[in-house]
T-cell receptor, first 111, second 113 residues
Framework: DAKTTQPPSMDCAEGRAANLPCNHS???????VYWYRQIHSQGPQYIIH???NNETNEMASLIITEDRKSSTLILPHATLRDTAVYYC????????????FGTGTRLQVTL | EPEVTQTPSHQVTQMGQEVILRCVPI?????FYWYRQILGQKVEFLVS????????KSEIFDDQFSVERPDGSNFTLKIRSTKLEDSAMYFC???????????FGPGTRLTVL
């Protein structure tokens, strides 16, 4: 699976949009971009995933560049409860794929 | 909304003892996983399981570990002779198909004394 690079930490004011970037320059054609988050030591929580088109659900939006070498997770109106570590993971969908977690981005939402 | 559940939430054991961590995956899911996270470190893949067989395992998953689906609902991780370094959060996950989204349980905190 392709490696991802994320900034180690980011801050965001409550109510503002949080834009979390991820680089995955070696991604291949059959690999999806997945985003999970982990609040404290809880189980990782699925947020969203995409292949090449932008995606939106009730939690977030995912913007993938046309060359697929990077993506941005957008939390449109961050709240204090969004404070967590966010992981961008590239997954090969060909088989039962393990998730390879990096160190992620620690997002701190402040008042 | 269906979710993965895990029991116990916290397990304390003495070094050398056997522990069994239990998971109930989402009911229509066919693929099951175990991950662990040592305090302050990354979440690490241990094993994937499908059709009553291990699909893939990491180098962490050595002979002291085993997995089983003893009935139609439970999925277990057994550690035969625990070591201090097995202290970690253990997360179970499941997916409907192998290439589908994995959903995680809340974890079991294992403390080996």
């Amino acid at each position: 699976d392709a490696k991802t690079t994320q900034p180690p930490s980011m801050d965001c004011a409550e109510g503002r949009a949080a834009n979390l970037p991820c680089n995955h320059s070696t991604i291949s054609g059959n690999e999806y971009v997945y985003w999970y988050r982990q609040i404290h030591s809880q189980g990782p929580q699925y947020i969203i995933h995409g292949l090449k088109n932008n995606e939106t659900n009730e939690m977030a939006s995912l913007i993938i560049t046309e060359d697929r070498k990077s993506s941005t997770l957008i939390l449109p109106h961050a709240t204090l409860r969004d404070t967590a570590v966010y992981y961008c993971i590239v997954v090969n969908t060909g088989t039962a794929s393990k998730l390879t977690f990096g160190t992620g981005t620690r997002l701190q939402v402040t008042l | 909304e269906p979710e993965v559940t895990q029991t116990p939430s916290h397990q304390v054991t003495q070094m050398g003892q056997e522990v069994i961590l239990r998971c109930v995956p989402i009911s229509n899911h066919l693929y099951f996983y175990w991950y662990r996270q040592i305090l302050g470190q990354k979440v690490e893949f241990l094993v994937s399981f499908y059709n009553n067989e291990i699909s893939e395992k990491s180098e962490i998953f050595d002979d002291q570990f085993s997995v089983e689906r003893p009935d139609g609902s439970n999925f277990t991780l057994k550690i035969r002779s625990t070591k201090l370094e097995d202290s970690a959060m253990y997360f179970c996950a499941s997916s409907e198909q192998g290439a589908d989204t994995q959903y995680f349980g809340p974890g079991t905190r294992l403390t080996v004394l």
